[in-house]
């Protein structure tokens, strides 16, 4: 944002001297006669304002049109360039080298032709050269720099289905790990410098709860990075446009056209609603959890009183919680309870039950 800002300021300033200069000049002219009809419509005295008029609408227009003229295809063009693979810009560099040399030898003959074809004929063979060039250089690169004994690297893998971004509150929360070691994420983890650098800021929080999350999620950073069966990647990329990490993240993440995965509902949410493809933990966590129906019987131990008057609780394993209808006198007992009903909400799965005994009457 910064740096847009000040492209806006430099580009204001550049057109306004530009404009003074333009106003300046035909205000000077000895026959001004294409000024005329500006001044018998508007007044002789508008004559001596143009320089200040042209002066402010240069600004104006400087400042509206500057970041579309220089930041912003720059953050387009690093954004492209960072997702092609090194040797692919190796291979596009050698073949605009080779077809410049040899559209500069087919200048000359050209060039001998009669006037118009002998002036416009050695710019168009150039740029049709040149691209021609560049296509074969980069279709078949390989197959080219192969024959000339030179062996390029494999390919990593770059695109939407085989990398996947990590928000930060994935890294703190810990089950990514456990997650990445039973296999259900074969693709690249790619970790943004800017998710890095907000960890950081946790775990340097004066606040003791949150510099102790900051902590424990460089630590499963690190196991990851040991441990992981799949690559760990940190990417340099940065989104200049956007400010918050949250809007980085989607950025880059439709930049790249990957996946994000989190366990944050507002990032969730703001990423549907950008068609970010958003893998949840949290939904994962739910999907997995153990089905049981209306009538089936199942084990808990009640460990506390319910909300309501008589009610116990207890969890399965899992963590899904379990409301017993007159629980509460069976406080820290294990007991059977038939289940009643099952309902689904956005914190997890809740189930309702009765004890065994009492359904049986």
Partial sequence: ???????????????????????????????PAYLFGIAKLLGPSVINWLPYLLTCLGAIVGGLVSPYLSTRP???????????????????????I?????????????????SPLGETLPFVA?????????VAM??????????????????????????????TSVIVDGRIADIVQTGFISDTILIPRFVLNELQHIADSADTLRRNRGRRGLDILSRLQKDSRVPIRISEVDVGESREVDDKLVRLAKDLHCPVITN???????????????????????????????????TVHIIQEGKELGQGVGYLDDGTMVVIEEGRRHINETTDVVVTRVLQTVAGRM??????????R
Avoid: C
């Avoid at 847009?4 to 000895?30: D, K, M, P």
């Avoid at 080779?98 to 009669?114: D, E, T, W």
């Avoid at 197959?143 to 990590?166: C, D, H, M, S, Y």
């Fill in 351 to 360: 189930i309702f039950a009765q004890l065994s005994d009492r359904a049986g």
């Fill in 126 to 134: 150039m740029m049709v050269v040149a691209y021609l060039s560049v």
């Fill in 98 to 114: 080779f077809g410049l040399i040899v559209s500069a030898l087919l200048a000359v003959p050209l060039s001998l032709l009669p």
């Fill in 1 to 31: 944002m910064r740096i847009e800002i000040i492209a806006r300021i430099i580009g204001a300033v550049i057109l306004a001297f530009l404009g003074w200069r333009l106003g300046y000049s035909l205000t000077n002219q000895s026959q």
């Fill in 74 to 96: 720059f953050f387009w063009i690093r954004g492209k360039i960072g997702q092609v693979p090194a040797h692919t810009l190796v291979a596009s560099l050698a073949g605009l």
């Fill in 264 to 298: 944050d509902y507002n990032l969730n949410r703001v990423a549907e609603l950008q068609g970010v493809k958003v893998l949840n933990i949290n939904e994962l966590a739910n999907a997995v959890k153990a089905i049981v129906l209306p009538g089936e019987t199942i």
């Fill in 138 to 167: 980069v279709t078949r690169g390989r197959e080219i720099f192969g024959a000339l004994g030179v062996r390029l690297p494999r390919e990593k893998a770059t695109n939407a289905e085989q990398v996947v971004l990590v928000d």
